[in-house]
């Protein structure tokens, strides 16, 4: 009951299917290929782009750190010597002979405010260039920085460093200004009564440490808020110079733990 | 003893059974485009199982086949509506589909009354589907949204209906002309498409079963 079937017709049929499915084949196969080389350009561009968003980076807090070494140099050497000579001259003036009883106690007052004056300019510059960073390292600068913010918390700042050896000068300049950048948030935000600053360095990593007993934040919502998220941007800035993670931990009324990790 | 051809329709049958068996297991995990291609697999199922009993008993399960490729057109429209969204395709895809369940149900009352392949309508299907794919590819190249393509269902589905159609393109303008020539070039033929069929439901399977890479 079959009719025999021209074997042309099948040899033209089943090639005709056989190159369908060999252009079928092709063109996933030229798919693929093309989509993985896009993709490639895309990631090496991106990877250039992310290079050069780092050097500007870099280039900025490099103009930043140099700008505060020169108003810290600047504050401390002129307007703290001028500052240190008239306290120096008031004093002459109060203990001068000739001085009435009123003039001396106007110079004590002059006095006093002087040295206050003297003290600010110290601290301010002190935060603007921390000198004793650059001759002692890290953990003088961190045991000094602990000492200047201690009394603003009811139960002190405790500072822990274990560091086998020191790190490079522009790794320990971001440490220290992410730890003052925490510590000042927490002096700003979180009513806390104590700080724990802790630097330990593990066979890959440094991992930096802040803790505090505070009011606690929710770091997703600080982020998306336009004013409050400046500090936890300028923090961002420092730990991708690092190329660090910064973890934080926080919830309210649980205070918060922000945990750097700079890898070694 | 079962010819060859025999052997991968019958294998066929497990495979999309397998297909739907891999997406109820998978169903809570799956997107919305998925849950379309669920539906298709179940689909297909049914049908199979419909057309095994009717062909067991020596009846004929050709009124079958339009219905079967106007909802599997349906669904496939639906799951690349969501994949092309928010493309103007994605926008025009339901009147598409509309416009070929129409000339489906038109050509449905004809090709019921004589019993042979409804080939225009599977024709029409082909290029439709073949062009929603071209269109996926080029949304992916042009996007480039997705980095990890092998654990894209998408892709998987995509390179499926691709052979597969392109594969069978001849076999549905063929079939009714062969089947009138000789009946064992038709089981060959037929065989051709039981093996492509067998491919892509191994595929939704695959497709149904992995988890999409995130991000993408």
New interface residues.
């Given amino acids: 009951m079959d009719k025999t079937v021209d074997p042309e017709v099948v040899g033209l049929l089943l090639s005709g299917i056989v190159v369908m499915l060999l252009l079928a084949l092709a063109l996933v196969a030229f798919f693929l290929i093309y989509q993985k080389k896009l993709i490639g350009q895309q990631l090496a561009l991106q990877t250039i782009q992310s290079a050069y968003q780092k050097e500007l980076l870099v280039a900025a807090i490099a103009v930043e750190e140099q700008e505060r070494k020169r108003i810290g140099n600047d504050l401390h050497d002129e307007i703290g010597s001028s500052l240190s000579a008239a306290k120096v001259l008031m004093e002459q003036v109060g203990t001068a002979n000739s001085s009435s009883e009123k003039e001396q106690e106007i110079a004590g007052l002059v006095k006093r405010l002087l040295s206050d004056s003297v003290q600010d300019i110290r601290r301010i510059s002190q935060n603007l260039h921390p000198a004793v960073l650059a001759r002692f390292g890290l953990a003088k600068a961190l045991q000094n920085l602990g000492g200047m913010y201690a009394e603003a918390f009811a139960e002190g700042l405790a500072v822990q460093v274990e560091l086998a050896q020191p790190l490079p000068a522009m790794q320990e300049l971001a440490l220290y200004r992410i730890v003052q950048e925490l510590v000042t948030n927490v002096l700003k935000h979180a009513q806390a009564t104590r700080v724990e600053v802790q630097l330990v360095q593990q066979p890959h990593a440094v991992v930096l440490t802040v803790t505090d007993n505070g009011r606690g934040f929710d770091p997703a919502q600080a982020q998306l808020s336009p004013t409050a998220g400046l500090g936890l941007k300028s923090l961002a800035a420092r730990v991708s110079l690092l190329d660090a993670t910064l973890k934080l931990d926080s919830g309210p009324d649980h205070g918060t733990i922000a945990r750097v990790e700079v890898p070694l | 003893m079962l010819s060859i051809p025999r052997i991968v329709f019958e294998a066929s049958f497990f495979v999309v059974i397998f297909a739907g068996v891999v997406g109820l297991v998978r169903f809570r995990h799956l997107q919305p485009p998925l849950r379309y291609l669920l539906s298709l697999v179940l689909f297909t199922a049914v049908i199979e199982v419909v057309s095994r009993i009717r062909s067991n008993h020596y009846q004929s399960n050709l009124f079958l086949l339009p219905l079967d490729t106007l909802v599997e057109f349906g669904l496939l429209a639906g799951l690349y509506r969501q994949a092309l969204s928010p493309s103007a395709v994605s926008r025009w895809l339901p009147a598409v589909a509309g416009l070929f369940a129409l000339v489906s149900l038109f050509s449905y009352r004809e090709q019921a009354a004589i019993e042979q392949f409804n080939t225009v309508q599977r024709f029409a299907e082909s290029l439709l589907v073949l062009g929603l794919v071209l269109l996926y590819?080029y949304k992916?190249?042009r996007e480039?949204a997705i980095?990890r393509?092998e654990r894209e269902p998408m892709f998987w589905i995509s390179?499926g209906l691709?052979?597969y159609f392109?594969?069978?393109?001849?076999?549905f303008v063929?079939s009714n002309y062969?089947i009138?020539?000789?009946?064992?070039?038709s089981t060959q033929?037929w065989g051709?498409h039981a093996l492509l069929y067998t491919g892509l439901y191994a595929l939704y399977a695959w497709a149904l079963w992995i988890k999409p890479s995130t991000p993408k």
Avoid at chain 2, 180 to 185: D, E, F, K, Y
């Fill in positions: 590819f992916v190249i480039l980095i393509l390179v691709l052979v392109a594969g069978n393109l001849f076999v063929f062969i009138r020539q000789s009946s064992a070039v033929l051709i």
